[in-house]
Structures are given as structure tokens and as C-alpha cells.
């Protein structure tokens, strides 16, 4: 017997040492990638591995799996990787081969957009600064400096994943790889260059002889050999610019990024649902969710100006890494679908059939055998009635039913059965490291050091006028001393009653703090855009020298745009106001420099470079103080839940864990005069601004911290506030499902949780079945709410119907009570379903696990 299996094991290794060594031919037709002479339908996923930590890789892969996923897909972040010329970094959150690896071994493809410009939302696109500071160099154009730098990178990073046979046509995952981003919409500001450098680029590519082909997405003027793609909120009317190349969408945006000072965006499931199901409609072959996991802007990671930390983008899978419900199931069930027509879809050239002025059917094959029906109603206002075959079909607006026998439909992208749920951020309780336990949310003992405002140790260089902040400090900080000094007669009336002065500030941004003779006179910050801004602030000035100190900083350099690497920030006019010789300009004095904060200098956000200053120990920490650092040694949240730190009563500044780098804290308000909904209304064409929340409120109030960084005890918590905050209200969170539920109709066609993609199950047409599953390791502990026949509402807020039947609670308890997972069948069996005739019932439940 044990011979046996060591044989048998010794054989599946071989086997498996062969399956893996295997290369992967992918070629591509009109309709679809070929791999290996099969033509594949491919559901792709972004997920920006620095956006993470290694230790959620694993974990984000697998709920893209789960969740119906063939293909990951991440951008390469350059100005991550080549840290200064010629200088690697490969570690931490920027090991590519440990992402793919992982890709690999989930048995999933890869796409790689290598760029390396990337946009992305990303700190000045991807590309490293010091490139622009290299004599001569304008990025992407037909430029000597760029391209010698973009082909060194590309080269090194196709050479890394050569080495690790990484390409399918070595028997590794990545199937597709991308040369720059996007490039379609600027080629034109940069002339015929703009037309040589991206024709440079492709060419340039497709010699790295990956033996995979190469994408260029928003590139309408692509080499015959390089396939260009779609990115847009829809693409079914995409067409690829050469007749024999397939439909492939690179981004549909399931949501949308947020910046500091704005609102919320979401982009509502069924909206999304539609688009993907109009584009495998329309003979797309290959589409891409740009996020599926949007994740973190760590550090100073984010693009802008004004991009938050938080790059949550309303994806399937949120910043945490917990399945977004009902978001994600409701994209589940529709891959499920797409993948029952994956073979009618491939193999036949659809008829399209109007069947009203805003209805239509495509309909791939033909009799019921590997025959496929996709009928969508575009009308954004009302449902409709379609005859189909013979059938009648009831279609909600702007929505796609689809039928893998051109019979029965399994899937409507308007109806959302899926689970979804009530996600809170709960208050951890916390320990101070060191002190006897105690049952407190707050940080019981702080550590405290103060900088100076204005200049401190030696000035970097004086000069007469302003330099540009990001020529200045290149990005080695946010942070820019402007100082200057002015002397006030004492006949000055603005000093005789207590009247004040002016300061008249014109910036390029992106926000800066004013200080008069070391003291907080206001801040100021550009609206979310590159523009400039203006601002005034008063101020009280003494007779004598006054000091004049303005910190700016950048947040987050641009990432986008035709010669977006010049745009520039800082300081373009300074004035005083109130004077009796009236207005004085000071924008031609000389001013002081310095770059960056002392803190930063000193290196006090480093795990180890603590010691080397005088921290002040207090029970009381100091309140809106600004130019303070903030440093408490605490013991890990309980729990696994993910964690977020609560920075709502703090100014502005930046925050680290244990030397890593948490990111720019700004519980920045939106504007209340924007327009916010309660509900949405997922009808019609999707903007960013349609469906947004948090008008004001503040942008971004919780902040991701990975469990990874955090150590059983002992944890260094550091903040560098800038302008003044209450760091007795900082609290971590822990992110839980406070409760799960599912609402369906009875004649709502449901897919069993479990059931295989390819299983052609007669029985999931007239099946509807409510399914709830708690999150790992946890068990329903008790109904919040239970009723079928009328109920409304939605999870967190159901209420009774006028039709209710009094034994749901029973029923629902006796099926799901203590089960991880439990499902009930909207049958005569189990409900009674005579209760209110004529009427179409529901059911409606809302659990708790734990
Ligand atoms: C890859 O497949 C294409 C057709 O799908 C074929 O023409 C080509 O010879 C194959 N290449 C290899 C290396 O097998
Ligand atoms: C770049 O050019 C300037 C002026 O032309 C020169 O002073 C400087 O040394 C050059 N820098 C490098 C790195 O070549
Ligand atoms: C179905 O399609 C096949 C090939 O596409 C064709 O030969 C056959 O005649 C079609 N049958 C009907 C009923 O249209
Ligand atoms: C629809 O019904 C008509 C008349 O009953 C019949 O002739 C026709 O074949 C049917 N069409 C389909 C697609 O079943
Ligand atoms: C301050 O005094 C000046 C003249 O002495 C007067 O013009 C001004 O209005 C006063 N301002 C206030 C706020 O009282
Ligand atoms: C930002 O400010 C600029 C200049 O004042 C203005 O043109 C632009 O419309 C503003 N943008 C937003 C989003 O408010
Ligand atoms: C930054 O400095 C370069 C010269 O090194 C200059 O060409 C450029 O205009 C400056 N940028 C800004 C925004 O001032
Ligand atoms: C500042 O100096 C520049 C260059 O010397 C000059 O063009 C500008 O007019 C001056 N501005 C003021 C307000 O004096
Ligand atoms: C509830 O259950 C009881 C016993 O199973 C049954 O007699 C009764 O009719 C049910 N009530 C309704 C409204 O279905």
C-alpha cells in the first residue's frame, strides 16, 4: 500500500512538473485569445500588488477566484521598483514574483501591464521623479532620456519574468502584457513625436520576444501586431482597430477613485452587471474589472493632486480585502452565466434581432444545443415586455437577461439575488503596551515632540522669489519651508487695535499651512484639481521683525495628462494686506528654504530611530497643536478582522505602524452643496458623480492598517500632525459584517452556491433559493429580521410587508441557525404560498454570525 502511493505520488509529481513546464501557445483571432488551440471567454481582475501586503495575496486571489475569476491582472509600478537609476527594489509590497507566483499557483492567468507608464492614480504615473530631472528628458514622447530609461525598465522586468518562465509561452501564467497606458488620448499634444514614440513603443515591445502577445489600451493606432483595447464605464460598441483581433475591455470601472475634499462615489452592481453582460453581448472576449481590488495609496504611493489613501474604488472586493456585497456575489452569478455560454458564445457568429426600439436579442447558434441568448432593454426609464421564441420575457430597465439555452433565463443583470450585507468599522479596544489591562478605546500614554515652525537646523539656500516645490524637494517629502521676514513700523495702525493684516496667497498647490512668528494663522488648499488656488488669511503682525513661515506640500504629484511631469507646485504670489503703504508684495524678497519637516529628518516614523530625540512623555496628549509628532507603543487590536485607524479628529498630516507607512491622514470635508443620493438609481449611463454619498463629511475618515504589520504587543504608532488635531480621540477599528442577508423574489432563477460553472442544471431555472454564508470561521447566532410575503427595504433596514407569513422566523431558524451556510428554497414545501394570492412574495433575511 505504501509502495503504491509513493509510486502514485512520485507520478502525479512528474505529471505535474510537466503540466506546469508545459508552454501555453496564445494566439488571438477575431473572436477571442486562442490558448493552446482553444478560444477562451476570460474574466480578468485588477489587483495592484503594492496596493497590499504580501500576506493578503493569497487571500485576494482566492476571493477573485471564488468569485468566478480566470485571469488577475496588476499594472508594474516603476517608480517602486527603480528607486534611483539603475537601483532595484523588489521587496515588501513590490515582490512582483512572490504576486505571480501566487497568480500561478491558484492556477490562474496573468495580465501585465507593464507600462511603465501607468496613470493609475498612481505618484506621478509610475514614472520615477529623478527621470525628470535627467538633463533633457520629456516623458513620453519621442525623447532619447525616456525611451532609454522606459526600455531598461521594460527589458528588466520582462528578463525577470523570463527567468522565471513567468510567460505562457514558457508554461507560466501571464498570457498578455502591456506597453504604456492610455497613450490614444494625448498622442496628439505631443505632435508627430507623440505618433514615432508610440509606434516606438510597440515595436519596442513586441522585441522583448515575450512570445505573448502585447495590448495597448486607448491606442487607435496600434501596429498590426499589438492589439488595442477598450477602458470606458461601457464597450460594447468597442471594435478593435484590425479586423482579425478580438474584443478586449482592459478597465471597466466598477466604481471610482476619491480625492480629499470630494464626495464618495459607488457605481451601483446592476449598472456594472449590465455593462459586462452588453459586452460578452456584443462578441467581447476578454474583460477586465480596473479595480476588483482597489486596496491602499500606502505612504505617499497616491497620484494626484488630492488622490486619497484610501483606494477602496467602490470594487468587488473592498480596500480591506472583504467581499463587497452585494456587489461581488451579483458579479459571481453573472460570471457563472457567461461561462454556461462560453461554448455557444465562441463558436457561432450571433444574429441580432430587434425586438422593440430599445430591446434587442443576440443569439448565439441556433436549436437549444450550444445555442445562447443574450436580450438586453437599454430604455433607462421602463421595464418591458420582449417576445422571444415564442416567450414572453419581463426585461427590468437597462438591464440584460441571459439565457445559456436560449430558453431559460438565469441571469438578469437588474434582479440581485446575491447576499449582501451591513459592513461596519467598530471601535478595537486597545492597550498601551506595558500598562495593567484595561478595558479603554482610547491611547492611555503618549509620547510627544514639537517642531519649530519655520526654519530649523540650517536653511537649504535662500533665493530671491519662489522655486518651484517639487523641483525643490523631488519628491524626498510633501513638505517645503517658505520663509521670509518683515519689518513693521510701530506707527503701523494695524497694530494699534487689534485690527489684522492680510496675507494674500496665490499657489500652485497643493496645500500649505501659515505661520506668523511661530504661530497657526490658517491653511489653505487647492480644490482637488491641479488648478491653482488663492487665498487669504489675517494675521496679527507686532512691530519689529516678523517671522513669515509657510509650510507647503504636495499630496500626491500629478499622475496623468499631456506633459503632466511639468505641471509644478508651490508658491506663486505672497502680499500683504493692511499696511498704510497698502498692499506689499512679497513675492520678489528673498526667502529661506528648507525641505521636508525636522521629524522626517531626525527619522522619528522609523521603528529603530526613536531614541535619538527627546520625546516628552504625557497622560494628556497636546491638542490642536500643531507641528507635532505623536508617538504611542501599543498592544494589536484584538481579533483577525481587518483594521482601519480612525484619524476623523485629526488635522492633516501622516501616519506610520512600526516603520511602515500607513499615508497621509486629511479628514478633509466635502462640500454639502454637492449632490449626494440616498439611493441610487442604477438606471441609465453611469458618471462618477451620479451616485455619491458623504456630502459633507469627511472624505476619508478610517485609514488601512494591514494585521501583518502589527505585532502581538509592543506596536509603535506614530503621527506627524501638522496644523493641529485631538489625538485622544484616535481609535483603531475593526472591519466586521455586522449582519449578512439576501432578499429574493419567488420567481427570482437562483445558481446553487456551489454548483459548477460548466453544470448545465435544468433545475436553476425554477429554483429560487435564498442562500446566506457567514464570513469564515463563524456561524449565524440569530435573526435580525425574517419575512416572506411583502417585505421591503434593504439589508440593515428591512421592514414588514402587508403580506407576511407569520412562520418565517421559525423556518429560518430552524434551517440556519448555528450553520456557517444554509439555503431555502422559495418552495410550496416550505412556505405557504397561497398566503395573499396574486401577489409575487419574497423573502427577506437578515442574520447575525459570529
Ligand atoms: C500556436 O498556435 C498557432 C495557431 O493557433 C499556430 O499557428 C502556431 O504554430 C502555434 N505555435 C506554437 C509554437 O505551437
Ligand atoms: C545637466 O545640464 C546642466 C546645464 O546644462 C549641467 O549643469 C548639469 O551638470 C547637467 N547634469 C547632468 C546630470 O548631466
Ligand atoms: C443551425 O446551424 C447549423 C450550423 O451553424 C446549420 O447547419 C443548421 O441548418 C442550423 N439549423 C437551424 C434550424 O437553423
Ligand atoms: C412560434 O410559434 C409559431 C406559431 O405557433 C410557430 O410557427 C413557430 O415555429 C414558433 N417559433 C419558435 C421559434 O418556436
Ligand atoms: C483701527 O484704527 C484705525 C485708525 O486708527 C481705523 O481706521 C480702523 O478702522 C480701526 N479698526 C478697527 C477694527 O477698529
Ligand atoms: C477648481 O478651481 C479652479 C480654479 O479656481 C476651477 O476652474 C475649477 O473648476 C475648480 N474645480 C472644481 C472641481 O471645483
Ligand atoms: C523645474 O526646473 C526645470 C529646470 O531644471 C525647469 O525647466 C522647469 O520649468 C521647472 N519647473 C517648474 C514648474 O518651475
Ligand atoms: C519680481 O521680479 C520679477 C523678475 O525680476 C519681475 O518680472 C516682477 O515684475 C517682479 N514683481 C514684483 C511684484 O515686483
Ligand atoms: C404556520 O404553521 C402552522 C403549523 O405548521 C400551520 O398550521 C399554519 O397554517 C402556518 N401558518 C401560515 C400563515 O402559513
Redesign the pocket.
Known amino acids: 500500500m505504501k509502495k503504491t502511493n509513493d509510486l502514485l505520488s512520485c507520478l502525479i509529481f512528474i505529471f505535474s512538473a510537466l503540466y506546469v513546464a508545459a508552454a501555453n501557445n496564445v494566439t488571438y483571432d477575431s473572436r477571442s485569445l486562442i490558448i493552446n488551440g482553444q478560444r477562451k471567454l476570460l474574466i480578468s481582475a485588477a489587483i495592484h500588488y503594492p496596493r497590499s501586503v504580501p500576506a493578503m495575496w493569497p487571500g485576494l486571489v482566492q476571493t477573485a477566484k471564488e468569485g468566478g475569476v480566470d485571469v488577475i491582472e496588476t499594472y508594474v509600478f516603476w517608480n517602486g521598483h527603480e528607486t534611483a537609476p539603475g537601483q532595484f527594489y523588489f521587496g515588501g509590497r513590490y515582490d512582483l514574483v512572490k504576486f505571480v507566483k501566487i497568480v500561478q499557483e491558484a492556477k490562474m492567468y496573468l495580465i501585465l501591464r507593464i507600462g511603465p507608464f501607468v496613470a493609475a492614480e498612481w505618484n506621478y504615473g509610475g514614472v520615477p521623479v529623478w527621470l525628470?530631472?535627467v538633463n533633457g528628458t520629456v516623458f513620453r514622447t519621442d525623447n532619447e532620456p525616456f525611451k532609454h530609461y522606459m526600455q531598461n525598465f521594460m527589458t528588466y522586468i520582462v528578463n525577470m519574468m523570463k527567468k522565471e518562465k513567468f510567460f505562457a509561452s514558457q508554461g507560466g501564467p501571464i498570457i498578455l502584457s502591456q506597453v504604456e497606458n492610455e497613450y490614444g488620448f494625448y498622442e496628439g499634444a505631443y505632435g508627430d513625436a507623440g505618433k514615432a514614440y508610440a509606434s516606438w513603443a510597440a515595436n519596442m515591445a513586441v522585441s522583448q520576444n515575450t512570445g505573448v502577445p502585447w495590448i495597448m489600451c486607448q491606442q487607435w493606432d496600434t501596429p498590426k501586431y499589438v492589439i488595442n483595447t477598450c477602458n470606458s464605464f461601457y464597450c460594447d460598441d468597442f471594435k478593435p482597430s484590425y479586423p482579425d483581433m478580438p474584443k478586449i475591455w482592459t478597465e471597466n470601472w466598477p466604481g471610482w477613485f476619491k480625492t480629499f475634499g470630494s464626495r464618495d462615489p459607488h457605481r451601483p452592481a446592476e449598472d456594472v452587471a449590465f455593462s459586462v453582460a452588453r459586452f460578452f453581448q456584443k462578441g467581447g472576449s476578454l474583460h477586465n474589472y480596473y479595480m476588483y481590488h482597489g486596496g491602499t495609496n500606502f505612504g505617499r504611493t497616491s497620484g494626484g493632486p488630492f488622490i486619497t489613501t484610501s483606494y477602496d474604488y467602490d470594487a468587488p472586493v473592498d480596500e480591506y480585502g472583504l467581499p463587497r456585497l452585494p456587489k461581488w456575489g451579483h458579479l459571481k452569478e453573472l460570471h457563472k452565466a457567461i461561462k454556461l455560454c462560453e461554448n455557444a458564445l465562441l463558436n457561432n457568429v450571433p444574429t441580432t434581432l430587434s425586438l422593440g426600439p430599445l430591446q434587442e436579442v443576440d443569439i448565439y447558434g441556433n436549436g437549444s444545443e450550444n445555442c445562447a441568448a443574450f436580450i438586453a432593454n437599454m430604455d433607462d426609464k421602463d421595464d418591458k415586455i420582449v417576445i422571444f421564441h415564442n416567450q414572453s420575457f419581463h426585461l427590468p430597465a437597462w438591464s440584460v437577461s441571459i439565457l445559456p439555452d436560449c430558453k431559460n433565463v438565469v441571469f438578469n443583470s437588474a434582479k440581485v439575488g446575491s447576499q449582501s450585507s451591513v459592513v461596519e468599522m467598530v471601535t478595537a479596544e486597545l492597550k498601551s503596551s506595558g500598562t495593567s489591562p484595561d478595558k479603554d478605546v482610547k491611547v492611555s500614554k503618549w509620547e510627544v515632540f514639537v517642531e519649530r515652525a519655520g526654519i530649523w537646523g540650517d536653511a537649504d539656500f535662500t533665493h530671491k522669489g519662489f522655486?518651484?516645490?517639487?523641483?525643490t524637494t523631488k519628491d524626498t517629502t510633501d513638505y517645503l519651508w517658505y520663509t521670509t521676514s518683515l519689518n513693521v513700523d510701530e506707527n503701523e495702525d494695524i497694530l494699534k487695535n487689534g485690527s489684522k493684516a492680510r496675507l494674500l496667497i496665490e499657489s500652485?498647490g497643493h496645500a500649505l499651512h501659515a505661520f506668523v512668528n511661530e504661530v497657526l494663522h490658517g491653511s489653505a488648499a487647492g480644490n482637488g484639481t491641479v488648478s491653482p488656488f488663492k487665498t487669504q488669511i489675517p494675521i496679527s503682525l507686532k512691530a519689529g521683525k516678523n517671522e513669515i513661515a509657510l509650510l507647503c506640500m504636495t499630496v500626491g504629484l500629478s499622475n496623468a495628462g499631456a506633459f503632466y511631469e511639468?505641471?509644478?507646485?508651490?508658491l506663486t504670489s505672497v502680499k500683504i494686506e493692511g499696511l498704510k503703504k497698502g498692499k506689499l508684495d512679497l513675492s520678489n524678497s528673498t526667502w529661506t528654504y528648507k525641505v521636508g519637516v525636522q521629524g522626517e529628518h531626525l527619522g522619528l516614523y522609523k521603528a529603530d530611530g526613536l531614541n535619538h530625540v527627546n520625546w516628552k512623555s504625557t497622560l494628556e496628549a497636546p491638542k490642536n497643536q500643531p507641528l507635532t509628532w505623536y508617538k504611542a507603543i501599543l498592544d494589536s487590536p484584538p481579533g483577525n478582522e481587518p483594521v482601519g485607524l480612525d484619524m476623523v479628529h485629526m488635522g492633516k498630516g501622516l501616519a506610520w505602524l512600526n516603520g511602515e507607512e500607513i499615508g497621509r491622514y486629511w479628514p478633509r470635508k466635502s462640500s454639502k452643496k454637492e449632490e449626494c443620493v440616498d439611493k441610487c438609481d442604477y438606471r441609465g449611463k453611469f458618471s462618477p458623480n451620479k451616485c455619491s454619498t458623504g456630502c459633507g463629511e469627511p472624505t476619508q475618515r478610517w485609514y488601512h492598517v494591514p494585521r501583518s504589520w502589527f505585532k502581538p504587543s509592543g506596536n509603535i504608532l506614530v503621527i506627524f500632525e501638522e496644523k493641529g488635531g485631538d489625538p485622544s480621540q484616535i481609535r483603531f477599528a475593526t472591519r466586521i459584517f455586522s449582519s449578512i442577508c439576501a432578499h429574493l423574489s419567488e420567481n427570482h432563477p437562483t445558481f446553487e452556491i456551489e454548483s459548477a460553472p460548466k453544470d448545465k442544471d435544468a433545475n436553476h431555472k425554477t429554483k429560487s433559493t435564498v442562500q446566506l454564508k457567514c464570513p469564515p470561521s463563524t456561524r449565524i447566532s440569530s435573526l435580525k429580521f425574517a419575512s416572506f410575503g411583502t417585505p421591503a427595504g434593504t439589508c440593515g433596514s428591512f421592514t414588514m410587508g402587508n403580506c407576511h407569513d407569520p412562520n418565517t422566523t421559525s423556518l429560518v431558524e430552524q434551517v440556519c441557525l448555528n450553520k456557517f451556510r444554509c439555503s431555502i428554497e422559495l418552495s410550496d414545501k416550505n412556505f405557504n404560498k397561497d398566503l395573499c394570492p396574486g401577489v409575487t412574495k419574497s423573502l427577506a433575511v437578515e442574520a447575525v454570525c459570529s
Do not use: P
Open positions: 525628470h530631472y522655486v518651484d516645490h517639487i523641483n500652485k511639468w505641471v509644478g507646485a508651490g
